[in-house]
């Protein structure tokens, strides 16, 4: 059963919209939520952060919202360019700080 | 330039036969860990350690085995591959897995025939 899911294993935006990626998990042990980037042919790169404590963190065009309530954590690019395009996984980290579990991914992709 | 290693990059193999992927990192990282990406799946953990000597299992153990006896190394051993084993591997590294990012190598695909 997978803790943490993304439903969507794809997304189309239009270059300057914006895009929102959606993440639920169900493991309410989970503290810490990351945002990850992986383009082909290369392993994942960190985008963003955080922590259960707050509920939204922001880093320029990036902006994660977390709603702890409804287990439901998103992605917010704003605005939208063609170089984002690239598959993105949520990721939660347990309390104990030894694992990180995974989304199955979604891809997004932003026309010009 | 910091970074995380892996070596083969690509590998075609045969059931049955032992293989090692092999994971460094230049960091002085404490944790390390690995990942398998399968279609739909996402990142899948393998096995993960959080020092040298030490070393535990992620969700998907089964077929595969670890060491850690240095702290820049981390290889990933498949003592008798089979083709359920044919994925994307990513080795990763990190100060402590839930201050944030991990850095992730450039990942091995390997199949299993």
């Known amino acids: 059963d997978q803790q943490v899911k993304q439903n969507s294993p794809s997304l189309s935006v239009q270059e300057g919209r914006i895009s929102i990626l959606n993440c639920d998990y169900t493991?309410?042990?989970?503290?810490?939520f990351l945002w990850y980037k992986k383009y082909p042919a290369e392993g994942p790169t960190f985008l963003i952060s955080?922590?259960?404590?707050?509920d939204k963190n922001e880093d320029g065009r990036f902006t994660v919202f977390l709603n702890k309530s409804a287990k439901h954590l998103s992605l917010h690019i704003v605005p939208s360019q063609p170089g984002d395009s690239a598959v993105y996984f949520c990721?939660?980290?347990?309390?104990?700080?030894?694992?990180?579990?995974f989304g199955g991914g979604t891809r997004l992709m932003v026309k010009p | 330039e910091a970074q995380v290693t892996q070596n083969p990059r690509y590998l075609i193999t045969v059931t049955g036969k032992k293989l090692t992927v092999t994971c460094s990192q230049n960091?002085?990282?404490?944790?390390m860990s690995w990942y398998r990406q399968d279609p739909g799946l996402g990142l899948r953990q393998i096995y993960y350690?959080?020092?040298?000597?030490?070393?535990d299992k992620g969700d998907v153990p089964e077929g595969y085995k670890v060491s850690r006896k240095e702290k820049r190394n981390f290889p990933l051993i498949l003592e008798s591959p089979s083709p359920n084993q044919t994925s994307l591997y990513f080795c990763?590294?990190?100060?402590?897995?839930?201050?944030?990012?991990?850095?992730f190598g450039e990942g091995s695909r390997l199949t299993v025939l």
């Open positions: 990763a590294s990190s100060l402590r897995v839930n201050t944030g990012e991990l850095f």
């Open positions: 493991n309410s042990m989970f503290d810490y």
């Open positions: 955080i922590s259960s404590i707050k």
């Open positions: 990721a939660a980290s347990n309390n104990a700080g030894n694992m990180l579990t």
């Open positions: 960091m002085n990282h404490e944790y």
């Open positions: 350690s959080m020092n040298v000597e030490v070393t």
